[in-house]
Nanobody, 122 residues
Framework: QVQLVASGGGLVQAGGSLRLSCAAS????????MGWFRQAPGKERDFVAA????????YYADSVKGRFTISRDNAKNTVYLQMNSVKLEDTAVYYC???????????????WGQGTQVTVSS
């Protein structure tokens, strides 16, 4: 069982930066792949980024590639999403998730955090 708590969201101006964190409970965190998804109002929850158990492999949605960076610190049971050069369309609730393998599919993740709101202003 893994419990995830996402934090770090807030209001940021377009072009600015924000770092999201997702703290996990449990001693098995380092065995899980982690992902970030986001959901804008009236839209589906979409894949943003994923990372394998060791941090050696990362995956990104085309819309964030080159701007966002996913990383993890297994000693701290935490995964991060560094968001740079944010755009208005990055506004959404961001969710972290844990699964056996990194994937762009929501159904591949077994555990989900509660979400943290990111609002980008012009």
């Amino acid at each position: 069982q893994v419990q995830l708590v996402a934090s770090g969201g807030g209001l940021v101006q377009a072009g600015g930066s924000l770092r999201l964190s997702c703290a996990a409970s449990g001693r098995t965190f380092s065995t899980y792949a982690m992902g970030w998804f986001r959901q804008a109002p009236g839209k589906e929850r979409d894949f943003v980024a994923a990372i394998n158990w060791s941090g050696g492999s990362t995956y990104y949605a085309d819309s964030v590639k080159g701007r966002f960076t996913i990383s993890r610190d297994n000693a701290k049971n935490t995964v991060y999403l560094q968001m740079n050069s944010v755009k208005l369309e990055d506004t959404a609730v961001y969710y972290c998730a844990a699964g056996l393998q990194p994937s762009v599919e929501r159904r591949r993740y077994d555990y989900w955090g509660q979400g943290t709101q990111v609002t980008v202003s012009s």
